[in-house]
C-alpha cells in the first residue's frame, strides 16, 4: 500500500507525539506523590518521608527534561508538515501555547531549581511552596496543551476571516475559547490519568522494593500514599469518563458512533459493547458481548431512547472504526482494572495482609504497563476518533497538511526520528533504573532530620 503525505505526515505526527507523552503523564503524577511525601515529612517530622521526597525528586527531574526535550519537536511540525493547518488556526492555536510558556513552563523551571538544589538552603516550609509550585506548573502545562486540543475538537470564541485569499480563524472571545465545551471535561479526564499513572508507578517501585526486602519500611509509607491517591482517582475517572462520554456525545455524535461501532441508529435503545470485532462493509460488530440499552442510559439516562449511529451521516465524514473501537474499550477494560487492584489492595491494607502476600505485590510490580498504555490509548480513541477533521467541521487532516513537503523527506524524517528516540529511551530506562536500584537510602540519615526550618 503507498502511503501518501497525509498518511505519512499523519504517522510521523503519531510517533512523536505518542513517545512524547510517555513522560508528561509521570511528571503530573509525580508531582502529586512529591506533594504528598513532602506534606507527610512537615507533619510528622518523619525523616523517612524527606528521604523519599528526595527519591522521587530525582527521577522526576529526569522525566521532566524527556518531556521538555521530546515537546519542542511537535511544535516545529505544525511549520513543516501542517503549514496549512498551522495559518488556519495559528490565531487560535497560538494563544494557549504562549501561555502555557509563560504561566507554566517558566513557573516550572524557577521552582525546580529549588525542589532540586535548595534542601539545605531554604526552609522546610518555603521548600514545599516550591514541590508545590512545581507542581502546579506541570498540571498548567497540561491546562494550556488541552486547551489548545479541545478547540479542535469542540470550536469556540472565534470567526472565520479572510486574510490575502486564505481562510483562518481569528479569536473574539478569549475565555470562550479557553472554555470550550470539551476543554474542562477532557482537562480533568487528562489530568486523573496522569495521577493514576503517578501514583502506579510509585506502588511499582516501592512493591518492588519491598519483595526485595529493601527500603522496606519506607517503601510501605510510600505505597500506602500511592494506593491512596491511585484508588481516588481511579473512581475519580470513572465519574469523569461517564461526563466526558455524554460531551462527546452532545458534541461529536459520529465520533461516539465509532467509539461504540454503532452503526445503525435503530428505533430503540443502544447496546453498549464490552467486547467486539467492528466490520464497516457489513454495518455491525461481530462476537459482540454488550449490555442491550447500555449506551442509550449513559448518553440519555434512559435504556430506550436511541443513540444517533454513522449511518446518520455522511461516510465521507466518518472517523476509522476499528482503531477508536478498539483503543476506547482496551482503555475502559484498564480503568476498571485501575479501580479493582487498588481498592482490593486498600482492603487488604486495611486488613493488615497487604505486604505479606507475595504475588499481589508482583501484581503491582508490572501493573505500571498498564497506566501507560491506558494514557495513549486514550489518547488514540480521541484523536483518530476526531478524523477525518483536523478541526471538527471546519478544516480536514487532507487539506491540512503541507503541500511543499514531499513523501520521501517524511520518510527520512520519520526514520531519523526513531533511531534518536530510541536512543533518548533508552538513556532515560538506564538512567531511571540506575536511581531506582541505588534507592532513596543514600539520602536518608536521621541524624541530618534536623535540616534548616525543620524545626
Not at 503517578?198 to 519483595?211: D, E, N, Q
Request: neutral net charge; contains cysteine; aromatic residues 14%.
Amino acid at each position: 500500500m503507498q502511503l501518501d503525505i497525509v498518511d505519512l505526515s499523519r504517522i510521523q505526527f503519531a510517533l512523536t507525539i505518542m513517545f512524547h507523552y510517555l513522560f508528561p503523564p509521570l511528571t503530573i503524577g509525580l508531582g502529586v506523590i512529591l506533594v504528598a511525601t513532602e506534606a507527610m515529612y512537615l507533619r510528622t517530622r518523619d525523616p523517612q518521608y524527606e528521604a523519599l521526597t528526595k527519591f522521587w525528586t530525582g527521577i522526576f527531574a529526569v522525566n521532566f527534561a524527556m518531556g521538555v526535550a521530546t515537546g519542542i519537536v511537535m511544535e516545529f511540525q505544525f511549520g513543516t508538515n501542517w503549514s496549512a493547518y498551522s495559518r488556519f488556526v495559528g490565531d487560535v492555536f497560538g494563544s494557549p501555547l504562549a501561555a502555557e510558556g509563560i504561566f507554566a513552563f517558566f513557573l516550572e523551571s524557577v521552582f525546580l531549581a529549588v525542589l532540586v538544589f535548595g534542601w539545605d538552603r531554604v526552609s522546610a516550609g518555603w521548600h514545599f511552596f516550591a514541590t508545590c509550585m512545581v507542581a502546579l506548573g506541570s498540571m498548567l502545562s497540561a491546562v494550556w496543551i488541552v486547551v489548545a486540543n479541545s478547540w479542535q475538537q469542540t470550536p469556540a470564541g472565534f470567526r472565520l476571516v479572510e486574510r490575502n485569499g486564505v481562510m483562518r480563524a481569528e479569536i473574539t472571545d478569549f475565555w470562550a475559547m479557553v472554555f470550550n465545551p470539551s476543554s474542562m471535561t477532557r482537562l480533568q479526564h487528562v489530568l486523573l490519568g496522569a495521577i493514576i499513572m503517578g501514583a502506579f508507578f510509585v506502588m511499582s517501585v516501592t512493591a518492588y522494593y519491598i519483595l526485595k526486602n529493601r527500603h522496606v519500611e519506607m517503601s510501605k509509607k510510600c505505597f500506602t500514599v500511592a494506593i491512596v491517591v491511585a484508588a481516588a482517582a481511579s473512581l475519580a475517572q470513572l465519574l469523569s469518563g461517564d461526563i466526558h462520554g455524554r460531551e462527546v456525545a452532545q458534541y461529536q455524535p459520529e465520533k461516539l458512533a465509532a467509539l461504540e461501532g454503532h452503526f445503525e441508529t435503530g428505533t430503540k435503545g443502544a447496546p453498549l459493547h464490552i467486547f467486539g470485532i467492528p466490520d464497516t462493509r457489513e454495518r455491525r460488530v461481530k462476537a459482540a458481548i454488550a449490555i442491550p440499552g447500555g449506551l442509550s442510559f449513559l448518553v440519555h439516562r434512559d435504556f430506550n431512547k436511541p443513540v444517533p449511529g454513522l449511518n446518520e451521516f455522511p461516510e465521507s465524514d466518518w472517523p476509522p472504526v476499528v482503531i477508536p473501537f478498539v483503543s476506547f474499550h482496551v482503555m475502559v477494560g484498564l480503568g476498571m482494572y485501575f479501580i479493582g487492584i487498588s481498592l482490593l489492595g486498600l482492603f487488604l491494607l486495611w486488613r493488615g495482609a497487604l505486604f505479606n502476600k507475595a504475588w499481589l505485590m508482583w501484581v503491582f510490580v508490572v501493573s505500571v504497563i498498564a497506566p501507560y498504555a491506558a494514557n495513549q490509548l486514550g489518547w488514540v480513541a480521541a484523536e483518530v476518533g476526531r478524523q477525518p477533521w483536523a478541526v471538527w467541521h471546519m478544516l480536514r487532516t487532507s487539506d491540512a497538511v503541507s503541500r511543499c513537503v514531499n513523501p520521501a523527506e517524511v520518510v527520512i524524517s520519520i526514520v531519523l526520528f526513531s533511531l534518536v528516540y530510541a536512543l533518548l529511551f533508552a538513556v532515560w530506562i538506564v538512567v531511571t533504573l540506575d536511581k531506582i536500584r541505588k534507592g532513596p537510602e543514600a539520602d536518608y540519615a536521621p541524624a541530618q532530620a534536623g535540616r534548616k526550618g525543620a524545626k
